[in-house]
C-alpha cells in the first residue's frame, strides 16, 4: 500500500497507520513536494517515489492524504489499473470531480472514503445501541473548533467549516437518521454556517458549524437524537482520530485482501458531495 501526499495528515496519522498495520507492507510515498515525501519517506524507512505512476507500480492500493481538487484525477489513474483506493473527504473539490471520479471507479475497484469518525469505537457503539434504542424522529448537530482560526491548509481556509468537516457532520447525520434527501443551508462560509436536513422516512436534523472560534475556546462536535425512546448524544471531539484511521486501515487492508465491498465506498462519497454542493450554493447565494 502506497501514500500519496507528505502533508500534516499524512505525516500525523497514515504514515505512522501505514507502518503499524501488520496486514500491510507500506510500499512507500509519493508527493508533489518531493521534498517533503522524501524526508517522511526517510523517517517511515520506505522509498519515496519519483512520479505516481512509479509508485503504482510497486502497489496493490493507495491511500490519498491530498487536497479534494488533487484528489480525482490521481485516483481515478489508479482505479484504471485496479489499485484499490482509501480516499480523502470530501472527495473531490467540486460536484464535477465527484462525480467524474465515482464514473472511473469500477465496481470490482475496493474503494473507502475515510470519514473517520464512522472507524471510532465509541461512534459505532452510538449509532448500533444508543441511536436505535431512541427510535429518532430527529437531531442536532453542532461543532465549534478553532480549525480554521490560524495555521490551516491553504485549501480548507479557502473553502471554510462546510468543505473541511461538512462531510463528516452530515454523514453522521445521516447514519443516524436515514438517508439525506434534502440539505438547506445559511449563513457565512468562513463563520457560522446552519443546514438544515430532510432525511427519508420524515425525519428532520440541524446542525451548526463553526470552525473559526477563538484558540481558547473548549472544541465540540456533539451529535444529539431525539426520538420515541429518548434522546442519545455523542460528543465527537473525543475520539482519537489516530486509533480511528489504525481501524480504518486496518479494515480497509482486509476488504482489498477479500475483494469485499464496503458501504463507505466511492458512491457515498458522491452522495456527500451533492449535498455539500447544494448548501455551498445556498451559502454563495446568500440563502
Known sequence: MGLVGAGRSAAELYAPSLASAPAIRFAGIWSRSPEAARGLAARCS??????????????????????PAAQPFLAAAAAGRHVALLLSRPIANDLAGAEELAEAVADDVVCQVAL?????????SYLDTQVRRARPIGGTARLISAALASDAPAWRAERGVLMD????????????????ALIRAHGDPHGW?????????????????????????????????????GSAMIDCSDVTEREAVGTMVEEFADAVEHRRPHPLDVRHG????RLLDAAETDLLAGH
Open 46 to 67: 520506505v522509498p519515496s517515489f519519483g512520479n505516481f505512476a512509479e509508485m503504482l507500480d510497486h502497489c496493490d492500493a493507495v491511500a490519498f492524504a491530498v487536497p
Open 165 to 180: 468537516v461538512g462531510a463528516d457532520v452530515v454523514d453522521l447525520l445521516d447514519a443516524a437518521l436515514g438517508h439525506t
Open 270 to 273: 458522491l452522495h456527500l458531495q
Open 116 to 124: 473517520t469518525w464512522r472507524y471510532a469505537p465509541a461512534v459505532r
Open 193 to 229: 454556517v446552519g443546514l438544515l436536513l430532510e432525511h427519508e422516512g420524515g425525519r428532520y436534523s440541524e446542525a451548526s458549524l463553526l470552525a473559526t472560534a477563538p484558540a481558547d475556546q473548549p472544541a465540540r462536535a456533539e451529535i444529539e437524537i431525539f426520538g420515541r425512546g
